[in-house]
């Protein structure tokens, strides 16, 4: 398993989810868990997906991830488990 942690943040529209989890389908892109918020308007989704099937490089994916995210108007950030496990220590 090759997990991955993808983040979406942004002003709440119809059709975020779809938009990613379309992405992560079409790329056979395995969501592990999934949690979300909306707060007075705003999105938060964060995600822990298994990229091991992928043929794609990690940096290709969360640049397509990326652009997602701008074609739909929120950040998405995709990062490797490890370095956000490191980024959060406490």
Partial sequence: ME????TV????TVGIIARVCTYLADNHINILDISQTIVDGYFNMMM???????DKKFDDIANEI???GQDIGVIIRAQ???IFDMMHRV
């Fill in 3 to 6: 997990k991955v942690i993808i």
């Fill in 9 to 12: 943040v942004g002003k709440d």
């Fill in 48 to 54: 822990v997906v298994d990229i091991a099937g992928v």
């Fill in 66 to 68: 990326d652009s997602v």
């Fill in 80 to 82: 490797k488990e490890e």
